[in-house]
C-alpha cells in the first residue's frame, strides 16, 4: 500500500511528488482485489492476426486485457505491440506451442519509461512505458485555455512462448493462445481456452 504525501505551502513540486500521487491513487483498490475479489485478471476481448500464422508469424490485433497485478491494458488504445516470428521457437513441431502476453513488472528502483523517435521497434524496449521524443499537443479540456505539449505513456505488451517462461520472472504473464500444426498448416488450438473475464475473451466459449 502506497502512503499518501503530504502536500504543503511552498511546497516545491518535482515530477516525483505527481509519480507518487499516481501510484499512491492506484493503491487505493488493492483491499477491493485482494479480499472482495482475488483473481480479476484475465482476458475481456481477443483478436488473433490468423492469416500471419501460415507465414510463422503471431500477432495481436486487438484485445482486452487485465494483468494480475490490477493493470487494465487495451490494444489499441493505451498499449502497443509487435507481431513476432515463432520459426525458431517451435523446436518441437509435433507439440502445441503456448503463447503468452506479457507487461513488465513495475520496477521501484530503475526506469520504467523508454523514449522513442517513433512508437515502431519495440524489440529492444525493456520498459513497461514507452512514449516519443515529440510531444502531442492537446487542448484545455475544462475551459478555453491555452493547448498544451505532453507526451502519453503506452504500456509495451510484448510476445512470448511457453519455452520462454522460464526466464520470465520480471513480466506479468496471460496466456492467451496454444498453436497447433495441421499438416503444413499452423492453427489456433480449438482446445485451449484462455483465462476469459468474459464470454467474449475466448472464441471457444
Known amino acids: 500500500m502506497e502512503r499518501p504525501l503530504f502536500w504543503h505551502q511552498g511546497l516545491f513540486l518535482r515530477p516525483q511528488h505527481l509519480q507518487l500521487a499516481d501510484l499512491h491513487a492506484q493503491s487505493l483498490l488493492t483491499p477491493v482485489y485482494k479480499y472482495l475479489c482475488p483473481y480479476p485478471w484475465g482476458i475481456g476481448e481477443l483478436e488473433i492476426q490468423t492469416a500471419a500464422l501460415d507465414n510463422l508469424n503471431f500477432n495481436l490485433l486487438r484485445g482486452n486485457f ?20 515463432f520459426d525458431e521457437a517451435w523446436v518441437e513441431g509435433g507439440k502445441p506451442l503456448g503463447v503468452y502476453v506479457g507487461l513488465k513488472k513495475w520496477n521501484e528502483i530503475g526506469e520504467n519509461v523508454t523514449v522513442l523517435p517513433r512508437l515502431s521497434n519495440l524489440t529492444e524496449v525493456n520498459t513497461r512505458f514507452a512514449t516519443t521524443a515529440d510531444p502531442e499537443e492537446v487542448q484545455d479540456l475544462h475551459h478555453n485555455g491555452p493547448p498544451a505539449q505532453v507526451q502519453r505513456l503506452h504500456h509495451v505488451l510484448k510476445i512470448f512462448w511457453e519455452t520462454e ?41
Open 66 to 85: 487485465i494483468f494480475p497485478d490490477m493493470t487494465y491494458v487495451a490494444l489499441p488504445g493505451n498499449a502497443i505491440i509487435e507481431a513476432r516470428s
Open 165 to 205: 517462461k522460464d526466464q520470465l520472472g520480471e513480466y506479468q504473464l496471460i496466456p492467451v493462445a496454444q498453436l497447433e500444426r495441421t499438416g503444413e498448416r499452423v492453427v489456433l488450438s480449438e482446445k485451449f481456452i484462455p483465462p476469459a473475464l468474459t464470454v467474449k475473451g475466448s472464441e471457444v466459449l
